[in-house]
């Protein structure tokens, strides 16, 4: 049994649902436990990473979108809503801008690979979708669009189908992409910037 948050919207009203027989917990609160943010404060600054994602997030709003087309970075911006959604502590990614900032970093993707696969995953969870409920994903209902996340999410400590595969690369970024974002870093983890010491009382030698 595996907690999954939802947005609050919908009969849920933000309250968690249980998923039977899914390796998953969306949870933010858990994902700081697990050293998500840990992982990411350790791979780069955070001074330095709010530059970043500043820069790339500007970049993306500045021309509208980079690489997703407007219905790819919809439904990027949903997903990445589902699995950090807002809640009474602080927002969520679409607050912190976590599609666009994607976006951006795709556009400057060295390797087109990975462009493919973000593609080609975005495609397969529209047919997920159309197999489901015989509508596209952004038209399906609150409940529809979380059975079809726990769905690829099934197997996601060994992801084998191509679905359970794009997840774990979809959580993985928009996780690290949050927790570098400036809510991410302030308003979620609370960081209140460098401690500066006022007075030097020396070293107790005795």
């Given at each position: 049994?595996?907690v999954?948050?939802?947005p609050d919207?919908?009969?849920?009203?933000?309250k968690?649902v249980?998923a039977?027989?899914?390796?998953l917990?969306?949870?933010?609160?858990?994902?700081i436990k697990?050293?998500?943010?840990?992982?990411?404060?350790?791979s780069?600054g955070?001074?330095?990473?709010?530059?970043?994602?500043s820069?790339?997030s500007?970049?993306a709003s500045?021309?509208g979108?980079?690489?997703?087309t407007p219905?790819?970075?919809a439904?990027v911006?949903?997903l990445?809503?589902?699995?950090?959604?807002?809640?009474d502590?602080?927002?969520g990614?679409?607050?912190?801008?976590?599609a666009?900032?994607?976006?951006?970093?795709?556009?400057?993707a060295w390797e087109?690979?990975?462009?493919?696969?973000?593609?080609?995953?975005l495609?397969?969870i529209?047919q997920?979708?159309?197999?489901?409920?015989?509508?596209?994903f952004m038209?399906?209902?609150?409940?529809?669009r979380?059975?079809i996340l726990t769905?690829?999410a099934q197997n996601?400590?060994k992801?084998q189908?191509?679905e359970?595969?794009?997840?774990?690369?979809?959580?993985?970024?928009?996780?690290?992409t949050?927790?570098?974002s400036?809510?991410?870093?302030?308003?979620?983890?609370e960081?209140?910037?460098?401690?500066?010491?006022?007075?030097?009382?020396?070293?107790d030698?005795?």
């Open positions: 049994m595996a999954v948050r939802v919207h919908g009969a849920h009203e933000g968690p249980m039977a027989n899914a390796d917990d969306l949870s933010r609160r858990e994902l697990l050293g998500a943010a840990a992982t990411v404060g350790a780069i955070i001074g330095e990473s709010l530059d970043a994602q820069s790339a500007a970049g500045a021309a979108r980079a690489f997703f219905g790819e970075l439904l911006d949903e990445s809503e589902l699995i950090i959604p807002t809640d502590h602080s927002p990614a679409r607050a912190a801008n976590v666009a900032f994607i976006d951006a970093r795709l556009a400057e087109e690979q990975e462009r493919t696969d973000w593609r080609e995953g495609r397969t529209e997920l979708s159309h197999e489901a409920t015989g509508k596209p038209q399906s209902s609150a409940d529809e979380l059975a769905r690829m996601e400590g992801p189908k191509p359970e595969i794009f997840f774990a690369r979809l959580k993985s970024r928009v996780v690290q949050y927790y570098t400036e809510i991410g870093i302030k308003q979620e983890m960081y209140k910037g460098n401690s500066y010491l006022t007075e030097f009382v020396g070293f030698v005795s």
